[in-house]
């Protein structure tokens, strides 16, 4: 069974970038895509983008397009979601997930496998 | 863009109750909405996709259904390590959230 498991908690600057990674075990990473789910203190899930890494493509959420960068690294079975121009409102914790089908379509199907989640703090 | 509307945001209910929380879509969903759960400290858990298809491993009492725009998750009798926060998902979009806590 697949597993996910993400880089350590992060405290950053406002203005300051982060990049935190996720990286998969037991499974087939290439043919799956890769979303990552975020959530500030007291707020609910949102969806912030996705990879397929065998292709290549991503899809962002309209509210991150401009500030995330989703990557992927096939060699290691490793993915990346950089943030960038960090403020207080992107203290979250920040998910990436696995689609149940790997599919183009992937951002229509149920997330099954999540990683432990990243808590990135952003403060002066 | 579709809209997703979840509710209720919160609910109280007895260990027993049927606890129903509703997912209505903006326009046509095709079935593509997903139910999870969420507690504290934890990953969100994969219960239901598609609309009304059970998870592996999911207890039989968490139920889905519905279609095209309305969609309803039921726990047909509340348990206490059901206390968590449940949120639907259709593509990009999740619902606002309805936590549940035992009364």
């Known amino acids: 069974q697949m597993q996910l498991v993400q880089s350590g908690a992060e405290v950053k600057k406002p203005g300051s970038s982060v990049k935190v990674s996720c990286k998969a075990s037991g499974g087939t990473f290439s043919s799956y895509a890769v979303t990552w789910v975020r959530q500030a203190p007291g707020q609910g899930l949102e969806w912030m983008g996705g990879i397929i890494p065998i292709l290549g493509t991503v899809t962002y959420g309209q ?11 096939e060699s290691t079975g490793t993915a990346y979601m950089e943030l960038t121009t960090l403020r207080s409102a992107d203290t979250a914790v920040y998910y990436c997930a696995r689609p149940l089908v790997g599919a183009r379509d992937y951002y229509n199907y149920g997330l099954d496998v999540w990683g432990q989640g990243t808590t990135v703090t952003v403060s002066s | 863009d579709i809209h997703m509307t979840q509710s209720p945001s919160s609910l109280s209910a007895s260990v027993g109750d049927r606890v129903i929380i509703s997912c209505q879509a903006s326009q046509d969903i095709n079935n593509y909405l997903h139910w999870y759960q969420h507690k504290p400290g934890k990953a969100p858990k994969l219960l239901i996709y598609d609309a009304s298809r059970l998870e592996t491993g999911v207890p039989s009492r968490f139920r889905g259904v519905g279609s095209g725009t309305n969609f309803s ?10 206390v968590a926060t449940y949120y639907c998902q259709q593509s990009f979009t999740f619902g606002q959230g309805t936590k549940v806590e035992i009364q």
């Open chain 2, 73 to 82: 998750f039921i726990i047909t009798s509340l348990q206490p390590e059901d």
């Open chain 1, 63 to 73: 509210k991150f397009q401009d500030r995330v960068s989703i990557t992927a690294d």
